[in-house]
């Protein structure tokens, strides 16, 4: 069976490491919510520019295949065989949301898209972009129910 999109890198991520990211993501959240507005500004800034998962296994990827087959042409023909590897790990992720490079790059702490959205959105929750439940007091309880208001 095919994985959803959005759980299929998580899915075939140790638990240990999708804990990691998830408090990396409660801690940015708290420590920007300490620093005020302009701060999560700032941060949403950075969030725009940070690459997900899958850009980083595309860009990884394309340049072993873009090199394999250079050395394919201008070295030699079994050169070709690293294109075809590279290919096969490009459709393995596409459809099953792993590849030998994963482990690596989700320990180094690369993020999913939605990972990245969901700190984005509870920053957006604490500027006030969407409406909450009353107004919490404290600043790790402010980002823990930004964090619950953008899983919503």
């Known amino acids: 069976m095919i994985p959803s999109t959005v759980r299929r890198v998580p899915l075939h991520t140790i638990g240990s490491v999708n804990e990691q ?11 920007v919510a300490a620093r005020g507005p302009e701060a999560i500004d700032e941060r949403l800034g950075e969030l725009d520019r940070e690459w997900d998962i899958d850009r980083a296994v595309e860009a990884k990827l394309a340049s072993v295949i873009l090199i394999g087959s250079a050395l394919g ?12 590897i590279a290919s096969t790990f490009l ?13 690596i790059l989700r320990r180094a702490g690369f ?38 208001a953008a899983e919503a």
């Not at 990211?21 to 420590?31: F, G």
């Not at 042409?73 to 075809?84: G, H, S």
């Not at 509870?122 to 964090?147: H, I, V, Y």
């Open 21 to 31: 990211i998830r408090k990396r993501t409660e801690e940015n959240v708290a420590r």
């Open 91 to 103: 459709l393995l992720y596409a459809v099953q949301g792993w590849c030998p490079p994963l482990p």
């Open 111 to 148: 993020r999913t898209s939605a990972e990245i959205d969901h700190e984005r959105y509870a920053l957006k929750a604490l500027r006030g972009d969407f409406k909450t439940n009353g107004a919490p007091t404290g600043e790790r309880l402010r980002a823990t129910l930004a964090l619950e």
């Open 73 to 84: 042409v201008f070295r030699d023909r079994r050169f070709f065989a690293i294109p075809a």
